[in-house]
């Protein structure tokens, strides 16, 4: 498997690193690298690039920056038939931050890896973030997964950003808890998506959430087709992870199916017409599941204005 390192990538990291350096008061590496990038502007255009590029690539392994991705990589042998070569990208902020593979079909698989250049400066936590990323790489890679990328969950945008979050939260559990059982999941990652399932699926008792997190934290590996049907549909969901029947009402301050904000105050019975609207937004929404008083005003509201008086 062939490691590339995008030029931007190896430059942003060595300039954090030197400067990171001097405000510890060691300012030596700083002005070497000032002194061997003047070196450079002596040469022509294409030459001055070559040069800085070999020049941050060397401090770039001297400085072990390369450790992580290829510590990362030893944990997950599975991919070295699959993916030929790695490429890593600098992302300019967290948000743009992602992992992907070339399309199927290629002559040649390729994993991309878009991370923030500030990453580098706690190899412990980019090898722990890569080495996630890559149980990820591993499952999409895996026939037994069935992984199918699909463009779009749900038609209606605010839907469609829900289901997506409860797929990736779910996925991410059991990546989690397989990390966790070869003694590779940080305590603070443990906490950050049981964090994320609490509030997605803060509407379900606490034994329910119990129940979910145990299925897929300590269980076996959902599918793609798994992973889909609980986001879909939340009974889907309980039954997988065995949640017996229940129909507890939401705990106040759980956050609303609909607009996600905590709520106190639910909605008592709604209309059938307002049901409907609702449904029309939120097809995978049951009546069965509470949703707080200000989204169902708005439907209310909604529904009077469109229906004739
Ligand atoms: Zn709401």
């Not at 059991?174 to 049981?194: I, K, N, Q, W």
Request: proline share 8%; glycine share 6%; aromatic share 8%.
């Amino acid at each position: 498997m062939r490691i590339e390192y995008a030029p931007a990538l190896l430059e942003a990291v060595v300039l954090a690193h030197v400067r990171r350096l001097e405000a510890a008061g060691d300012p030596v590496p700083a002005r070497e690298l000032q002194r061997d990038t003047h070196d450079l502007d002596l040469l022509d255009e294409a030459a001055r690039e070559r040069g800085l590029v070999e020049l941050h690539g060397e401090a770039f392994r001297k400085h072990g920056f390369e450790e992580p991705l290829r510590e990362a990589l030893g944990e997950r042998p599975e991919l070295a038939g699959l993916v030929a070569r790695v490429q890593l990208f600098v992302a300019p902020e967290a948000r743009l931050e992602e992992v992907d593979l070339n399309p199927p079909g290629s002559t040649e698989r390729i994993l991309r890896i878009r991370v923030g250049a500030w990453r580098f400066a706690q190899p412990k936590i980019l090898r722990e973030y890569l080495a996630r990323q890559l149980v990820h790489v591993a499952d999409l890679l895996d026939p037994a997964f069935g992984y199918e990328h699909l463009a779009r969950l749900s038609d209606r945008p605010a839907e469609d950003g829900l289901l997506r979050d409860r797929y990736r939260v779910l996925w991410e559990l059991s990546v989690a808890g397989r990390l966790a059982r070869a003694g590779r999941c940080p305590d603070a990652e443990r906490a950050r998506v049981t964090g994320e399932l609490d509030a997605l699926y803060g509407t379900a008792s606490t034994t329910a959430r119990a129940r979910i997190f145990a299925r897929f934290f300590d269980g076996p590996r959902p599918t793609h087709a798994d992973l889909l049907a609980c986001a879909h549909d939340t009974r889907r969901l309980f039954a997988l992870a065995g949640v017996p029947h229940e129909r507890a009402g939401p705990m106040p301050g759980s956050p609303c199916p609909l607009c996600r904000f905590p709520s106190h105050s639910w909605s008592a019975r709604l209309d059938d017409a307002v049901v409907a609207a609702v449904r029309s937004d939120f097809p995978s929404w049951s009546p069965a599941t509470p949703i707080c008083e200000r989204c169902s005003d708005l439907y209310e509201l909604a529904y009077a204005t469109r229906s004739p008086s």
